[in-house]
């Protein structure tokens, strides 16, 4: 049912219809034409007959020959029209030339001839010539050109030239101002207003993010109801700071407060408030708050404030531009009455880099951590986002959930999306549990690459290879259950991968637990060394993330026992790729590289020793799964099983016999 209220979003408060663009493209078009035409005018009442020389002997031969039928005299000029035959009717009209004492022939018009009044003939003694051989002439004095004649072969074209460049100026201001008349307009700001419900989003659209949902609905609620707070003499918070990772859920957020407010909303990119005029960004910021103020209560949402809110450091150059963009923007929070009702929602994903005056108190007094769900977070976000799915009696939400830590809000919703996807190009009309386990493998691996085919020895490689990490984890105490392993290379990039499956949810990780993990990583390469000999690229992403998780328990988590409880590194920007910043010594530094090298080599050689020892069974489930290409957890784990169960015979024979007693 359609709603009166419910209407798309708006550009702002300065709007401009279709039909004054229209008229404005009409108007542009009859001006374009109205000057086409005058120029044209003007190039044919200017544009006189290319003249051809002739000298004033011709003149006289053609006076002698009888060739002459008339002629007329101007101030500076002689206009000759020869005879022509009866027959022919031929128009003559006399020609503009430019100013001079020469003989002129036109070169369009061959029947008409010009000549230049000589200065050493008397008038009278040509015109007593031209008596004697009976040919007629006038006089007529040529009029100078009057004032009129001037502002039309001048002002005229430098009026049109003019009037086009402003119409085309007013056009680029308009697309780079985003509204608002002429040049001004720039300065317009290019927030989107959402008025009530508009958005389609509230808090219950939002899940994982009890916390931060908290905190937004107590503003919410100061919003409709001030006079609770004022009672206590409470002050309404004048901003507010999302932040998080990527994909977390901050605009979203924010998007479920314009949802339950029921106030208007502007949402605007830190980005939109910067362009190239110094000054523009600061007039978009006024701009913004004065429509806010208008309309109060009402909500500012600025999304990746980092971009006019970094911190203003000349050490590196400054921007002027931004700088004067932040400067306008801490004034505008510090001016407003908070009493009024604006509040100011920012998101960032990097707020070590915003300037201190942004962040104290009386401005964004608020910090709202939007963190990656926990396993209940993950649960509650795959709910919300299948609740319009079709879903089999086999699935369960809480193994999915469980098989994706680490995974924020964007993750799950593209995770059950692609199992939709492939729902239906399989034929069938809800998604099972196979769907959404085959499509977080598709997340986390990308898709089968079907047509890269491996030669046998790299898919022995592959095989043992993939079947080293498995070993490894599995044998291993503190290590994570594996659940699949495969040797079909995806998009990537891999040629194969093990999939271990967290038991349950934990946030903290042992020194022995680290050490596994190594062990696990590292035993792809030895299971390598210890079949074939060999060293391949395969292993190039398992040492990347050896060492750098080898570089965290030497560098941050204190778990050297050369440098003991000191931190050498630091995290530069925690909320995006997590990048480390040395802060020591180069000399220390380079003995930190040294203690990461033994720590990796350490956990290899560990690693090379479990699969040596246990070589019969390496080759056992490598074998295997060069025939299936796939297996699961319970199939390792039943190798494993039954390994174990042919030793128990040989240590009960041995235990009776060594009780014998010697003869």
């Avoid at 008409?112 to 007593?128: D, E, R, W």
């Avoid at 700088?323 to 990097?350: H, M």
Wanted: net charge negative; with cysteine; aromatic share 6%.
């Amino acid at each position: 049912m359609n709603n009166n209220n419910d209407k798309k979003e708006q550009n702002g408060p300065n709007k401009s219809g279709p039909q004054h663009h229209g008229r404005k493209t009409v108007t542009v078009i009859l001006i374009a034409l109205i000057v086409a035409i005058i120029l044209n005018l003007l190039t044919s009442a200017f544009g006189g007959a290319v003249a051809k020389e002739i000298s004033y002997t011709e003149f006289e031969q053609m006076i002698a020959k009888g060739e002459v039928e008339s002629v007329l005299f101007q101030k500076d000029r002689i206009l000759i029209a020869p005879k022509t035959e009866e027959d022919e009717e031929k128009t003559k009209k006399p020609a503009l030339l430019m100013p001079g004492y020469t003989f002129l022939q036109a070169q369009q018009e061959p029947d008409l001839y010009f000549t230049g009044v000589i200065p050493n003939l008397p008038l009278t003694q040509l015109k007593a010539q031209l008596d004697a051989a009976g040919i007629e002439y006038e006089s007529a004095v040529q009029e100078e050109p009057g004032l009129l004649m001037t502002i039309v072969s001048w002002l005229l074209p430098v009026a049109a030239m003019y009037l086009l460049f402003t119409l085309l100026m007013n056009g680029m201001s308009k697309k780079m101002g985003g509204g608002g008349g002429g040049l001004g307009g720039i300065g317009k700001n290019k927030a989107k207003v959402y008025m009530e419900k508009q958005t389609g989003v509230t808090f219950a659209d939002v899940a994982g993010q009890d916390e931060a949902k908290e905190s937004l609905v107590e503003i919410i609620d100061f919003l409709h109801n001030p006079q609770k707070y004022a009672e206590i003499g409470a002050k309404l918070p004048k901003g507010a700071l999302l932040v998080g990772s990527p994909g977390t859920g901050k605009t979203l957020l924010a998007k479920a407060v314009a949802g339950e407010a029921n106030v208007p909303f502007f949402s605007i990119s830190g980005s939109d408030f910067v362009e190239m005029f110094v000054g523009v960004g600061a007039s978009r910021v006024r701009d913004l708050f004065n429509e806010a103020s208008k309309v109060a209560p009402s909500i500012i949402f600025i999304d990746e404030i980092d971009a006019i809110g970094r911190t203003r450091d000349s050490k590196f150059g400054g921007n002027d531009e931004r700088e004067q963009t932040l400067n306008q923007l801490l004034a505008e929070i510090d001016g407003f009455d908070s009493s009024k009702g604006v509040v100011i929602l920012a998101a960032t994903n990097r707020p070590e880099i915003l300037d201190k005056a942004l962040l104290r108190a009386g401005r964004f007094d608020r910090r709202i951590i939007v963190d990656r769900p926990n396993l209940a977070g993950r649960y509650q976000t795959l709910r919300v986002h299948t609740k319009n799915i079709k879903l089999a009696d086999d699935v369960d939400l809480n193994k999915i959930a469980q098989a994706t830590a680490g995974a924020v809000g964007a993750d799950l919703a593209s995770l059950v999306n692609e199992a939709a996807l492939r729902a239906v190009r399989k034929g069938r009309k809800t998604v099972n549990q196979e769907d959404l386990l085959t499509s977080f493998e598709f997340v986390i691996a990308g898709t089968e690459k079907k047509g890269t085919i491996l030669t046998d020895m790299e898919k022995r490689v592959v095989a043992y290879h993939e079947v080293g990490h498995a070993l490894v984890a599995a044998l291993e105490k503190h290590a994570q259950p594996v659940s699949k392993i495969t040797i079909v290379p995806h998009t990537s990039g891999a040629l194969g991968y093990t999939m271990q499956m967290p038991e349950e949810e934990k946030y903290l990780s042992t020194k022995e637990e680290l050490i596994t993990e190594l062990k696990t990583l590292l035993g792809g390469r030895a299971a390598e060394q210890t079949v074939f000999g060999i060293q391949t690229t395969g292993a190039a992403n398992d040492i990347d993330r050896a060492t750098e998780l080898a570089r965290k328990m030497i560098t941050q988590y204190g778990m050297s026992e050369r440098f003991g409880l000191m931190a050498l590194s630091t995290v530069s920007n925690p909320y995006l790729d997590g990048s480390t910043m040395m802060n020591c010594a180069d000399e220390t530094a380079a003995q930190a590289d040294g203690e990461i090298k033994e720590l990796l080599e350490s956990c290899y050689a560990d690693a090379k020793r479990i699969l040596t020892e246990k070589r019969a069974l390496l080759d056992e489930i490598a074998l295997y799964l060069l025939e299936k290409e796939t297996i699961v957890g319970d199939e390792l784990m039943a190798f494993i099983r039954a390994d174990e169960k042919k030793s128990e015979p040989e240590a009960v024979e041995e235990t009776p016999s060594e009780q014998e007693p010697t003869e």
